[in-house]
């Protein structure tokens, strides 16, 4: 265990979240090499009153995994992978970010869905459900999750797993950091490539509303092995985009084909007849393309999202309006088509609602520095304002910051949200955890 306070060499390397707007001091932060020093750095808080945050890979936009004056747990130092190739499975340490899950994974021609960049953790990101372009084929991260280990608010550890602790284990598929410090995780892994299709595909703005339309007619009903997203964005100066192009606002389709490439191919083709200006889809290593799309960091951020059961043409202007006149040129806006095998999960059978929702609308702004903060925020509350008519009232919450118990309960449904509370009480009766999408413990 290695504890660090102001004035260390590495304090502020420790402290430095994803979003650079986020600029909390710790009072202590603890690198915590296994279970033992998480239990040990939980009694110290506690006796001296410190409240705790709980860090993994930090990109929480919202700034939930470190705490001003308090200790933040950082399980970074547990980067264990071991595959079992016969069983198909990984158990990894809780500091994986979803780059080094997939190089180990990726070795032996297995994958499960993870993360759309590679610089996210594997706990926060699973714990929050876990969106990924695998998703339409395996579920979410969640559900490929076999097996859990934590320490509690107590110090006491706990294995959860579909026959241990089963109440538990519903609620790590989606509940969040709630439930104690995770250590370890246990996922199902699927033969994928190592070589999959996949890629990008740009069109200038002026035929967004048509490439749009057409995608989303396309992908809704795409097979399940194809993964993608439509996503506003300013092409960025590289030799790949033509100079017309290069620093303007575009189109993007981002794709992986979870099969055979040949089968993938025929798969886009609908993509490829709408004859996008750039088209980078191609045969690649699945773990490359995990990295492909890496968002720059020290950017401010400010992200927000909601579901919809359908996205009528009226939706799909109210995204372009917005996805056009981002106020900074590292915003993004994406369009993801939920289905296939999230929807396949019988109600209930995790906390999160909405699995029958069709789509996630997803602005996330992106900016320099403070001067930008207002007007940024400002366009991706526009945004929701301006797609409401058209949402399902669900909301997805790893991909928004703090917006309130309000948002937490419709991610959840109230049914859900009470046996979460039920659960929350047993094994966090003081709210212990409170750096996440927080559950208040039933009374
Ligand atoms: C650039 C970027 C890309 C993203 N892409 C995706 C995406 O493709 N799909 C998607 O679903 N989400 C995505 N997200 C959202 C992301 O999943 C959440 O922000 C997630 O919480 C990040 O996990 P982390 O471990 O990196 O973050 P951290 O900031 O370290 O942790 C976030 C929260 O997770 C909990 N937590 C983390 N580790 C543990 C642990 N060991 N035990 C208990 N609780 C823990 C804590 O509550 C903590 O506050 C993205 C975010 C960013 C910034």
Redesign the pocket.
């Known amino acids: 265990m290695k504890w660090i306070t102001p004035g260390a060499e590495d304090y502020d390397d420790s402290r430095a979240?994803?979003?650079a707007m986020i600029d909390s001091r710790p009072a202590v932060i603890a690198a915590c090499s296994d279970a033992t020093d998480v239990a040990e750095a939980l009694a110290w808080a506690s006796a001296h009153g410190h409240a705790v945050?709980?860090?993994?890979?930090?990109?929480?936009?919202a700034g939930?995994?470190t705490i001003d004056d308090g200790l933040v747990i950082d399980?970074r130092p547990m980067k264990g992978a071991l595959v079992d190739r016969e069983a198909r499975t990984v158990t990894v340490g809780?500091g994986l970010?979803w780059g080094e899950f997939d190089r180990a994974t990726q070795q032996h021609g297995l994958a499960t869905t993870g993360?759309?960049?590679s610089?996210?953790?594997?706990?926060?990101?699973t714990?929050?459900?876990?969106?990924?372009w695998l998703e339409r084929s395996y579920g979410?991260?969640c559900d490929n999750l076999l097996a859990v280990d934590?320490v509690t608010a107590g110090g006491e550890r706990v294995h959860a797993s579909a026959e241990e602790n089963p109440d538990l284990f519903w609620a790590l598929h989606g509940g969040?950091?709630?439930f104690?410090?995770?250590?370890s995780l246990t996922f199902a892994l699927h033969e994928l490539g190592p070589l999959v299709l996949a890629g990008l595909m740009l069109w200038p703005e002026s035929e967004g509303r048509a490439v749009t339309l057409a995608y989303r007619d396309f992908a809704v009903d795409a097979p399940d092995a194809l993964g993608s997203a439509l996503i506003c964005l300013t092409a960025p100066p590289e030799e790949f985009v033509p100079e017309h192009l290069q620093g303007q606002p575009v189109v993007s389709v981002g794709l992986v084909y979870a099969g055979p490439v040949e089968e993938g191919i025929e798969a886009v083709r609908p993509l490829r007849e709408l004859q996008p200006a750039v088209d980078l889809v191609d045969a690649m290593g699945y773990a490359d393309f995990q990295c492909m799309i890496?968002?720059p960091p020290g950017l401010y951020?400010y992200?927000t999202a909601d579901y919809h059961d359908a996205f009528p043409d009226a939706a799909v202007d109210a995204f372009l309006a917005s996805g056009h006149s981002r106020r900074s040129e590292n915003s993004q806006q994406l369009l993801v088509p939920w289905g296939g095998a999230i929807a396949r999960g019988a109600d209930g059978a995790t906390p999160l609602a909405n699995r029958g929702a069709r789509w996630v609308s997803h602005p996330f702004a992106m900016w320099e520095g403070p001067e930008g903060t207002e007007e940024n925020i400002a366009w991706a509350r526009e945004f929701r304002r301006n797609i409401a008519p058209h949402t399902n009232g669900g909301v997805?919450l790893?991909?928004i910051g703090n917006e309130g118990q309000e948002r937490i309960r419709a991610a959840f449904g109230e049914e859900n949200y009470t046996r979460l509370a039920r659960i929350k009480a047993e094994f966090d009766p003081g709210n212990v955890?409170q750096?996440?999408q927080n559950i208040l413990p039933a009374p």
């Open positions: 979240l994803f979003n945050a709980v860090r993994s890979g930090g990109h929480s936009v939930m995994s399980v809780a970010t993360g759309r960049v610089t996210t953790g594997v706990s926060g990101l714990l929050g459900g876990g969106s990924g979410l991260a934590l969040g950091g709630n104690g410090v995770v250590t890496d968002d951020n992200w997805y790893n991909f955890f750096g996440n």
